[in-house]
Nanobody, 115 residues
Framework: QVQLVESGGGLVQAGGSLRLLCSGSVRVFTFVNMGWYRQSPGKQRELVAQVSKNGDVFYDEAVQGRFTLSGDVTKNMMYLQMNSLKPEDTAVYYC?????????WGQGTQVTVSS
């Protein structure tokens, strides 16, 4: 069982930056993918950025060049650095670890970007 807790969300003006943090309860040695999703009101949850088990990193084209996914395995932490934020980035952001048989989610952290 893996518990994930997100933090770092908040209210920021367009053009600003935020750094989201995802803290895991245990060190994850094997996974298929891990990354960040977001969900806006009335929309489906969408993938923002993820890293696969072989190290390939994917970014949604809407955030490419503005967001950076990183992590610190020694601290069981995953981060999402978000720069040049836009109002359309407003959403609840969730971290996720897909371990194949099981997929774990945090409770989400709200990001609101004002214009």
């Amino acid at each position: 069982q893996v518990q994930l807790v997100e933090s770092g969300g908040g209210l920021v003006q367009a053009g600003g930056s935020l750094r989201l943090l995802c803290s895991g309860s245990v060190r994850v040695f094997t996974f298929v993918n891990m990354g960040w999703y977001r969900q806006s009101p009335g929309k489906q949850r969408e993938l923002v950025a993820q890293v696969s088990k072989n190290g390939d990193v994917f970014y949604d084209e809407a955030v490419q060049g503005r967001f950076t996914l990183s992590g610190d395995v020694t601290k069981n932490m995953m981060y999402l650095q978000m720069n040049s934020l836009k109002p359309e980035d407003t959403a609840v952001y969730y971290c996720n670890i897909d371990m194949g048989l099981h997929s774990y989610w945090g409770q989400g952290t709200q990001v609101t970007v004002s214009s």
